[in-house]
C-alpha cells in the first residue's frame, strides 16, 4: 500500500448510456476508477433522465438504471465477478460491449486520492455543466 500524500498511478473510463445504439449518441453517467498501488476500484454515477430522454424520449430508464446497478454490483465483486480481484474486474468492466451501457477508453493519471479523484472526474465529465 502506498504510503500518505504519495501520488499513485490509476486508471479509469467513463461510463455511458447509448440509448439508441443506431443513432451512437451517448451520455456520460458514470466512471470507474482503478489504482492497482492501492488495490482500489470504484464507480460513481449521475444518471440525469432528462439527458437520456433529450436523445432519446422513448429510452426504457428502468433497464438503464438496472444497467448502472449491475456494473456497480460488479465494482463491488458481487455476484460472479466475486472470484476476480479488482484488477480483474476493472479490465473486464472496461472490456468494449454494444449495449446500452458502455465503458469509454481507458485513461490514466496521478492521485494521492482516488475517492477524492472520482469525486473530481464525475463533477468535470459527468454531471451537466452549470
Sequence with gaps: ??????????????????????RGELVNVGVLLYCRHREHLAVRTDL????????AP????????????????????????????????FRWLTAPRSTVLQPGPVHTGLTADPEAEIDRLVARLVRAPS
Design 58 to 89: 422513448h429510452a426504457d430508464l428502468d433497464a438503464v438504471r438496472d444497467a448502472v446497478a449491475a456494473w456497480e454490483r460488479a465494482v463491488r465483486g458481487e455476484g460472479p465477478a466475486a472470484v476476480l480481484s479488482a484488477g480483474e474486474r
Design 1 to 22: 500500500m502506498s504510503a500518505a500524500g504519495t501520488r499513485d498511478t490509476f486508471e479509469y473510463a467513463l461510463l455511458r448510456v447509448v440509448p439508441d445504439i443506431e
Design 48 to 55: 440525469d433522465p432528462d439527458r437520456v430522454r433529450a436523445l
